[in-house]
Nanobody
Framework: VQLQASGGGLVQAGDSLRLSCTIS????????VGWFRQAPGKDREFVAA????????TYDDSVKGRFTISKDNAKSTVYLQMNSLKPEDTAVYYC????????????WGQGTQVTVSS
């Protein structure tokens, strides 16, 4: 299983970005997918996740109402739409796939940098 995250960049506060996570797997639809981020000097933290069916999502409180996670099974891709970005959203964003729901992630992508300037 391979995950490829993309879509990061340098934006200003208030702007939007959409991250993509394309997953190469035998059956993409069996995986729950999560987004995590790690800012310099900080631990990696959970951002959002979507169930294998796409019918359930969960978000960290810090991004609720601003970020939206979605899944396109036909394209084997999970998106993270990020609106109203803040400087504190600056981090490397990673996607991860799980066969065990949201509890534990088995596969990780390489990360994409998001930088939000004030």
């Amino acid at each position: 299983v391979q995950l490829q995250a993309s879509g990061g960049g340098l934006v200003q506060a208030g702007d939007s970005l959409r991250l993509s996570c394309t997953i190469s797997a035998r059956d993409f639809r069996t995986y729950a997918v999560g987004w995590f981020r790690q800012a310099p000097g900080k631990d990696r933290e959970f951002v959002a996740a979507i169930s294998y069916s796409g019918g359930s999502t969960t978000y960290d409180d810090s991004v609720k109402g601003r970020f939206t996670i979605s899944k396109d099974n036909a394209k084997s891709t999970v998106y993270l739409q990020m609106n109203s970005l803040k400087p504190e959203d600056t981090a490397v964003y990673y996607c991860a796939a799980s066969l065990r729901g949201y509890a534990q992630y088995d596969y990780w992508g390489q990360g994409t940098q998001v930088t939000v300037s004030s």
